[in-house]
């Protein structure tokens, strides 16, 4: 008898990843957080304030589930809570995104422009590869060439689309719908620096013996 | 006299040895492989692969010290002009990703949308540098 009605008390929260919300918003428990309990609980749940954001905070948040927890105990004391899922969500508070300034855009693509036509040309140099470019050609023909145009500019533009077949970009168009390694490498990149603000940000996660 | 060849034997297959070692670790290291088995959807090939990479080698040593000449037309060296560019970009291309340099730069310069135009200034500069030096540079 009591274990029925326990199940019929039951809270299943589970804490999304990432959310993102806007400066002086407030945060209910639907934005953070899956729910799943009674119907007439429910609604209530979902509207539960969790945190308001103020000009105080930092553009990140972080909302433990045990938060959410004692929240949820304090307004409905009788219902039992199964958290379920990450620990955590990182509230990404959207400040008005400046845009990019072109002229920033265009020095960084000149940049990377010249960096990279510089840094190719240093790596020939490096590696010989003049000298050995000159030897396959006699190798292939049985000419002496100073310059083997024949195999150098296919070998030019090869470099290009090697290097577009390897990101699996062409321009916008995809060559098949696999996640190309920049993107995987930039999810990466993304679960790190939330793995950092997860501990950093985390009053509760860290705790130090100097309290100041 | 049997011991000196037997010697310079052991050194010459101890340096081949040490060398295709370290060629094979670069090129797991960037990748390559198993992006173009990922693009063309051929992953049960891949030990294939290995082997045309071992012949590769084998093939490029005995270029490197028998001089052999072929006496092809010219037009011949354009494919395998295109393939070694291939090759030696996604080799770069795979050294940048290693090296982390986009999702650093993305993130600094908030444009994760507009990255693949960056990707293109890359690529582009690499093509321009390229023929830049084969046309003019090699003269100066």
């Known amino acids: ?212 | 006299m049997t011991i000196n060849i037997l010697l310079v034997f052991l050194v010459g297959l101890a340096g081949g040895l040490a060398v295709g070692a370290g060629f094979v670790a670069f090129l797991v290291v960037l990748g390559v492989i198993p992006r173009l088995t990922q693009l063309t959807k051929t992953m049960h090939l891949v030990h294939l692969y290995e082997w045309s990479v071992v012949f590769g080698a084998i093939a490029g040593t005995f270029g490197s010290l028998q001089d052999p000449i072929f006496s092809a037309p010219g037009v011949i060296a354009i494919p395998i002009g295109l393939a070694a560019g291939i090759f030696v970009g996604m080799l770069a291309a795979g050294l940048t990703e290693a090296l982390n340099v986009f999702p650093i730069l993305a993130k600094r310069v908030r444009i994760e949308e507009r990255i693949v135009i960056l990707i293109m200034a890359i690529v582009i500069g690499k093509i321009a540098g390229s023929l830049f030096q084969w046309m003019y540079f090699v003269d100066l």
């Open chain 1, 1 to 212: 008898m009591l274990e029925v009605n326990g199940m019929e008390n039951t809270v299943y929260i589970r804490m999304r990843n990432r959310v993102q919300v806007k400066s002086n918003d407030t945060v209910f428990l639907r934005d953070v957080a899956q729910i799943i309990s009674r119907d007439n609980l429910h609604e209530k749940l979902e509207c539960l304030p969790v945190h308001k954001v103020t000009t105080k905070d930092n553009n990140i948040i972080i909302i433990d589930v045990m938060m959410v927890i004692r929240l949820i105990s304090k307004a409905f004391p009788t219902v039992d809570i199964q958290a379920i899922g990450p620990p955590q969500t990182i509230i990404e508070v959207m400040i008005k995104r400046k845009s990019v300034s072109i002229p920033l855009f265009i020095l960084v693509w000149f940049l990377l422009f010249v960096g990279s036509a510089i840094t190719i040309m240093n790596f020939h140099e490096d590696v010989s590869m003049q000298a050995v470019q000159q030897r396959i050609y006699t190798i292939i023909t049985g000419k002496q060439e100073w310059k083997p145009l024949l195999f150098q500019i296919p070998y030019s533009f090869g470099l290009g689309l090697g290097m577009i077949l390897f990101f699996n970009h062409f321009f916008k168009k995809r060559i098949n719908e696999e996640p190309s390694p920049l993107e995987v490498e930039m999810f990466n990149y993304q679960q790190s620096l939330d793995q950092y603000v997860i501990l950093k940000e985390n009053k509760e996660s860290v705790r130090r013996l100097d309290d100041d």
